[in-house]
């Protein structure tokens, strides 16, 4: 594909930061649009252009897609913890419905054709044994998930009245940080479990709380598709070149699960350090296993992950928590 001009709202936070990366490293020009409220400057490599503001504020979302003709708009901007959303549903709907739907009508009055959003393997429910496909009742099991199935629907009458294509793109668990160690995961506070297991494990922290050990899977634990973020990202640009003919939907996992406590063996592996943990209640919320079937855009994009191995995935993790003790606060341009 010939470079092209992208708008990526949420740019700054841990799965666009990655998808922007892979657009400058093609050559495209990327306009990077955060408010830096969960996301960090640092995170925005050098080439993209971040204009700070909140997409609450309509004329700023305006303003900056006027400045058009953009290829596609890709929407990462959102809340996006699972917990925290069974605590404030109606603020996670409420926040990412709103925006949502805002910036996608910003799109059609600004005549862009494609648009990439964000959506979640929370879209699915519980009660899967078998991997996930794009074909399983959406049913999700909280309000955040509610809030990207949601999304998912206004796009469909975005396309039917108005043409605008887009790529749901359904991500199990991003994991993992770019291999050549410019980014990383960086939440406050961190919730994500491969980050707080490494994080246990180089002693920054007193252990880890497992959610739950009663769950009806092997172990007993929640079991996760781990997918790596940079694979991630590709899979976006896989998805951008398919977008001229209609609108795609994908579920985008390695199509392996791995339990909480796989996840604790992983990191004590690649680590060669014990994982001081200890067993809690369940977090309300949470699905007791999550495994995509991402056979569709395999056949469809060509898209293959390449960090298949959850000790690889931990692996680039680590590296970068590691170099990064602070997260993007240790980094020279924070
Ligand atoms: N977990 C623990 N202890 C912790 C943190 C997590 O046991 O301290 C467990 C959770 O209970 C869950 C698993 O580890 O079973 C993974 O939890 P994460 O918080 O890392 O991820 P979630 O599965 O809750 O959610 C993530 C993203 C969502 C996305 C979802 C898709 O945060 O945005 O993956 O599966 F929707």
Redesign the pocket.
């Known amino acids: 594909m010939v470079a092209g001009r992208y708008l990526v709202t949420g740019g700054a936070g841990f799965v666009g930061s990655h998808v922007v990366a892979a657009l400058l490293d093609r050559g495209d020009e990327v306009v990077v649009l955060d408010s830096l409220s969960t996301g960090h400057r640092a995170a925005v490599l050098p080439g993209a252009r971040l204009v700070v503001g909140d997409l609450a504020d309509d004329e700023l979302v305006e303003e900056t897609l006027a400045g058009q003709p953009w290829d596609a708009v890709l929407h990462f901007a959102a809340l996006?913890?699972?917990?925290e959303s069974m605590a404030d549903p109606f603020r996670y709907i409420g926040v990412n419905v709103g925006t949502g739907v805002r910036l996608i009508a910003a799109c059609a009055r600004h005549g862009v054709r494609r648009f990439v959003l964000s959506s979640?393997?929370?879209l699915f429910g519980g009660g899967h044994s078998a991997p996930i496909d794009e074909d399983a009742a959406c049913d999700p099991g909280s309000p955040?998930?509610e809030s990207k199935a949601m999304l998912e629907r206004a796009l469909v009458w975005a396309d039917r009245v108005y043409g605008l294509r887009s790529a749901c793109l359904r991500?199990?668990?991003a994991a993992g940080a770019d291999p050549a160690g410019r980014l990383g995961e960086d939440h406050t506070p961190e919730?994500?479990?491969?980050p707080?297991v490494i994080d246990a494990a180089l002693g920054r922290r007193a252990g880890?709380?497992?959610?739950?050990d009663d769950y009806p899977t092997p172990d007993g634990?929640?079991i996760?598709d781990y997918v790596h973020v940079s694979d991630l990202a590709a899979a976006h640009l896989a998805a951008l070149t398919l977008l001229d003919r209609r609108s795609l939907r994908y579920n985008l996992g390695n199509g392996r699960g791995s339990s909480?406590r796989e996840v604790i063996a992983s990191v004590e592996r690649v680590s060669g350090r014990k994982v001081p943990h200890h067993i809690a209640g369940r977090?309300s919320g949470?699905p007791p296993s999550?495994v995509a079937a991402s056979g569709r855009i395999i056949a469809e994009a060509g898209w293959r992950p390449r960090h298949t191995a959850l000790d690889d995935i931990v692996r680039t993790a680590l590296d970068w928590r590691a170099a990064h003790p602070q997260g993007y606060r240790s980094s020279p341009s924070a």
């Open positions: 996006s913890l699972v917990g979640t393997a929370a955040y998930g991500y199990f668990n919730t994500h479990l491969i707080l880890l709380t497992v959610f739950g634990t929640c996760r909480v977090r949470d999550l």
